[in-house]
């Protein structure tokens, strides 16, 4: 059964940082490019950041939101991808999912994390 | 960016009626492979969005046969033929010719 579990988030100062996990079991995680997609309350989807496997050179891209702030990173040995948050804003508050990219869209998620930004 | 408009539904919409709804791409998402990058995306409440239609009309694994995908290079409609309550949430669609990988606003399907 494939599974995608994110953690790590939570309520976080502004201009802090923290780093989000998506632990993932199912699959050869090392075959696939990975993301990072959120939504703010009651809001749509953004997509934020794209990691690719070994064969690309582990490539990244971003969002232009969150480019300079935002690092995605994935360890191939334990199937997990993450995304280190810095700096972060009010506007970052939203729920996190990690999904998994196959060909050209997204086709397993996570359900998702909460990240709240508040003093 | 891209951008992705989403038309809105007649809500709420009957129990076994058909709703079809539009996206609008800035740009033609037409690639010289042949293939069109639109995805369609169901979000139902409370829950992680799950993959409905890739390529513009390519259902994917396990999506019921109610919902077809269609369009041309900037136009794009997904249809939900008898409208069930498993279908109540919000659809999205999605570009992935280019990067920002833009979403619709989305569209809130509501059952009559």
């Known amino acids: 059964e494939m599974k995608l579990e994110e953690s790590g988030g939570g309520l976080v100062q502004p201009g802090m940082s923290v780093k989000l996990s998506c632990a993932t079991s199912?699959?050869?995680?090392?075959?696939?490019?990975m993301e990072w997609v959120r939504q703010a309350p009651g809001k749509g989807l953004e997509w934020v950041a794209e990691?690719?496997?070994?064969?690309?050179?582990?490539?990244?891209y971003y969002g232009k939101s969150v480019k300079g702030r935002f690092t995605i990173s994935r360890d191939d040995s334990k199937s997990i991808v993450y995304l280190q948050v810095n700096s972060i804003r009010s506007e970052d508050t939203g729920i996190y999912y990690c999904?998994?990219?196959?060909?050209?869209?997204?086709?397993?998620w996570g359900q998702g994390v909460m990240v709240t930004v508040s003093s | 960016d891209i951008v992705m408009t989403q038309g809105a539904l007649p809500n709420p919409v009957p129990s076994g009626e058909s709703a079809s709804i539009t996206c609008q791409s800035s740009?033609?998402?037409?690639?010289?492979?042949?293939?069109?990058?639109l995805n369609w995306y169901l979000q139902r409440p409370g829950q992680s969005p799950q993959l409905l239609i890739y390529?513009?009309?390519t259902r994917a694994s396990g999506v019921s046969d109610r919902f077809s995908g269609s369009g041309s290079g900037t136009d794009f409609t997904l249809k939900i033929s008898r409208v069930e309550a498993e279908d109540v949430g919000v659809y999205y669609c999605?570009?992935?010719?280019?990067?920002?990988?833009?979403f619709g606003g989305g569209t809130k399907l509501e059952l009559k």
């Open positions: 999904t998994r990219r196959r060909w050209a869209f997204f086709d397993y």
């Open positions: 199912g699959f050869t995680f090392s075959d696939y490019w």
């Open positions: 990691i690719r496997n070994k064969a690309n050179n582990y490539a990244t």
């Open positions: 740009k033609s998402l037409l690639y010289s492979d042949g293939k069109t990058y």
């Open positions: 390529w513009m009309s």
């Open positions: 999605q570009q992935f010719l280019e990067f920002p990988r833009t």
